[in-house]
């Protein structure tokens, strides 16, 4: 059985770090994309970015790109969204997702994690 | 880049009623070589997380109920509920794969009139 589980809700101030995982596990991580998706607070889905943990091939979204890093550690199949100075803006759940790939290109989205709430304030 | 654009933003249709949701991108979505249109619908019920239920635009996910239809190519495209059901109410989003961008429309929220 395919899923992805996300670490716990985090609660940070304004200009600190943070970095927040998924960990997935009942297939080969190496062979799908996995991705992220913000969902700020009664707001719709923003697609971030993917990375394929095979060999690092990591996309971002232009409204994302320098705002946040992808990584994954396939050696313990998780992948990582980090920031290095939160905003209050960045106060959202996070979902990771699973992607299905054509052409080895991210395709749409055919698992999600359960979410990650970040909520950043003074 | 595509933009997605849904509507309307909310519909309220009564229990065994239809209902249609719109998607309209900014650029075709189609690709001839597969003859395919990279068009995604989701559904997300309040507190969870969103699960696909199409997929190429009109390919039904496993387990999803029969009475959800997806429809269109190029740039404009449909998601249909047949006959509402309570567990139906829903926001509903469409999402683009033919860049490498994935992006949403702004989702369409379904309620029960």
């Known amino acids: 059985e395919v899923q992805l589980v996300q670490s716990g809700a985090e609660v940070k101030k304004p200009g600190e770090s943070l970095k927040i995982s998924c960990e997935a596990s009942?297939?080969?991580?190496?062979?799908?994309?996995i991705g992220w998706v913000r969902q700020m607070p009664g707001k719709g889905l923003e697609w971030m970015g993917v990375?394929?943990?095979?060999?690092?091939?990591?996309r971002y979204s232009p409204s994302f790109q320098g705002q946040v890093t992808i990584s994954a550690d396939k050696s313990i199949s998780t992948a990582y969204l980090q920031w290095s100075s939160l905003k209050a803006s960045d106060t959202a759940m996070y979902y990771c997702?699973?992607?299905?790939?054509?052409?080895?290109?991210?395709?749409?989205?055919?698992?999600w994690g359960q979410g990650t709430l970040v909520t950043v304030s003074s | 880049d595509i933009v997605m654009t849904q509507s309307p933003d909310s519909l309220a249709v009564s229990l065994g009623e239809r209902a249609t949701i719109n998607c309209k991108s900014s650029q075709s979505v189609f690709h001839s070589p597969n003859n395919k249109n990279y068009l995604a619908w989701y559904q997300q019920k309040p507190g969870q997380p969103p699960k696909v239920v199409i997929y190429w635009a009109s390919n039904r996910e496993s387990g999803v109920p029969d009475r959800f239809s997806g429809a269109g190519s190029g740039t404009d495209f449909t998601l249909t509920i047949s006959s509402l059901q309570a567990e139906d109410v829903a926001t509903y989003y469409c999402q683009e794969y033919y860049s490498s961008q994935l992006t949403f429309g702004g989702g369409t929220k379904l309620e029960i009139k």
């Open positions: 990375i394929y943990p095979g060999d690092s091939n990591t």
């Open positions: 997702t699973r992607h299905v790939a054509n052409y080895n290109i991210a395709r749409w989205a055919d698992y």
């Open positions: 009942g297939y080969s991580f190496t062979n799908y994309w």
